[in-house]
Structure formats: C-alpha cells, structure tokens
C-alpha cells in the first residue's frame, strides 16, 4: 500500500465524486479508479458504492477515512518535527559544566537559547573539569563547559576558549590583606593554603603548585577539598588562605588578585562526531555572545 493511495481515496470521499477528486488532484480519472480498486483489493473490503450517481461511502470506507485524517495528521506532524529538529530547533542538549566559572552568564544563556528554541529540551549536568571532559568523549553529555583537564588532547574533542580566569588569594573580610588590589606569590609562602583537589581539577591544582614554585617556595598546603565551595568554607572559618579563581566570588570572602598573573581557562568542548543541530546551535549562540561581549556582562 502506498501513501498515494490514502490520499488519493480520502479525495475522492470528501468530493464523493470522482471527477471533481481527479481534478483535485491533477490526475486522470481513470488512474484515481484504478488506485482506488488496487486500495480495495488489498484491504479486502469495498469501500465506496458505485451503484448510484453519486458515489457513498461504505461503513469500512468511513471508517478509513476518519483513520486516514489522523495518520496524515500525525505524518505532517512527524515531518515538521524532522525539519525543526534539522534546523536545531527541536531536539535535546545535555550539557554539562562546572559552577561558579559559569554562574556570571550561564542562566542567561540558557535564557536565551530557550527562547529561541523553545521546542529543545535542556539537560544539566553539574559536574567536575574531569568528569565534563570524560562524559562528552563518552557521548554522555552534548557539550561541556570546564577547565582543561591533563589528558584532554588525547580525548580528541573540539574546545572553544571562553575566558582566561586570574588566580586570586581569597581571604575573609576581617583580614590584613583583604584591602589589598594585588599581593604577590611569594607572600603566600608559609601561609597554610586551601586549595582545590588535584583529583578534581588537575589543571588549576598544578597551575597553583607551579607558580608557588615559580616564585621560590614550596606550598604548605592545609586542606585540599574536593569542592570550590568547602575550599571557601575552610577560608571562611579562618583556617588558612584560598587560592581560587577570580569567578569563585563570595561575599564574606576577598579577592584578591595574585601578581605575576597566572591564568587558568575556561572552555567549551565538544565532541567531533554527530553534528547534532541543537547542539551546533547552542555552540552558535554561545559564539555570538562571546563575540559581542554577552558573556561577561
């Protein structure tokens, strides 16, 4: 049975005249006949009664033409969603990313992609730099927004660099530093530290130890939680001094930048295979906005 076939029956039982569903449909008569037979025979059923003038449907031929209404329904229905989905406009996006690097621009991001593709349904994943890199190589996440991790060139994913984040000493309010617009490495020498992890983020742990070492001393590190956010509730209870990046703001905690400057960045990645439009879309919208300055606002 061919999708003709319905169409060219459901013509002719909403006309109830074969002439005027031949002219419909830009067809010969004898060809609309013919197809509606062909339609009969295979159903094993008659259809329509051709005994009068006027042609009736039969009970099952009713009965196929209300069928027919849904299905066709439903096919325009399944096509669009294939168009939209083509243009990114339906779909889905599991993205995953770390927190306090995104907060300043995430939510309004996701904003606008929304409202832009209303029809995409948005899954986030909140996890670690490792985690976000491993996920999307794996296929388990679409896009990633995360610090490089030690074996990223070997996962083969494409990034994007968002930003360069500056180190900063994070230190209650109350403290001697806290006025400060910049402090050296080499005052943190001696100073218990609080830093992130290397499990966790391998990037900004080795980035710190290298430029403690760089100015000459050998850190003493205290705690090294595996959340930014134990990192600043340790520096908050005073038990030593955070070395973060400058996005982990706090509002009971100082920041303050660390001189040489030292960097770490933030990226967005994402794997090579499976142009997935919603995917490419949000990619875009996130090109867009680091282009016109949308980003950090």
């Not at 060219?8 to 010969?28: K, M, W």
């Not at 409202?115 to 996440?141: A, D, F, H, N, Q």
């Not at 209650?172 to 400060?180: E, T």
């Amino acid at each position: 049975m061919e999708l003709r076939h319905l169409k060219y029956f459901q013509a002719v039982a909403e006309e109830l005249s074969f002439s005027r569903a031949a002219r419909r449909l830009r067809i010969a008569q004898p060809a609309l006949s013919r197809a509606v037979q062909e339609l009969e025979r295979e159903l094993g059923a008659q259809l329509i009664e051709r005994e009068r003038r006027s042609p009736r449907l039969t009970p099952a031929g009713n009965v196929l033409l209300h069928e027919i209404g849904l299905i066709l329904e439903r096919l325009d229905e399944s096509l669009r969603r294939v168009h939209r989905t083509a243009k990114g406009e339906e779909g889905e996006l599991r993205l995953g990313y770390i927190g306090p690097p995104t907060r300043p621009f995430l939510a309004r991001l996701l904003k606008e992609y929304g409202r832009r593709y209303p029809r995409v349904t948005v899954i986030l994943e909140e996890r670690t730099p490792e985690r976000v890199w491993e996920m999307v190589s794996k296929g388990r996440l679409s896009v990633g927004l995360t610090r490089p991790v030690l074996a990223h060139e070997a996962l083969g994913l494409q990034t994007l660099l968002l930003r360069e984040e500056k180190f900063c000493a994070a230190v209650p309010l109350d403290h001697p530093w806290a006025k400060l617009t910049s402090l050296p490495w080499k005052k943190l020498a001696g100073e218990p530290l609080i830093i992130l992890a290397r499990r966790e983020g391998a990037g900004s742990h080795d980035a710190i130890q290298a430029a403690c070492q760089a100015s000459g001393f050998v850190p003493r590190v205290k705690h090294m939680p595996s959340l930014i956010g134990t990192v600043l509730q340790y520096v908050e209870s005073g038990a030593g001094v955070g070395v973060v990046p400058e996005s982990t703001a706090n509002k009971n905690l100082a920041l303050i930048p660390l001189k040489p400057q030292q960097t770490i960045p933030l990226v967005m990645v994402w794997a090579k295979e499976g142009e997935d439009p919603a995917v490419a879309a949000f990619r875009g919208l996130v090109r867009e906005w680091l282009k016109d300055g949308k980003l950090w606002e």
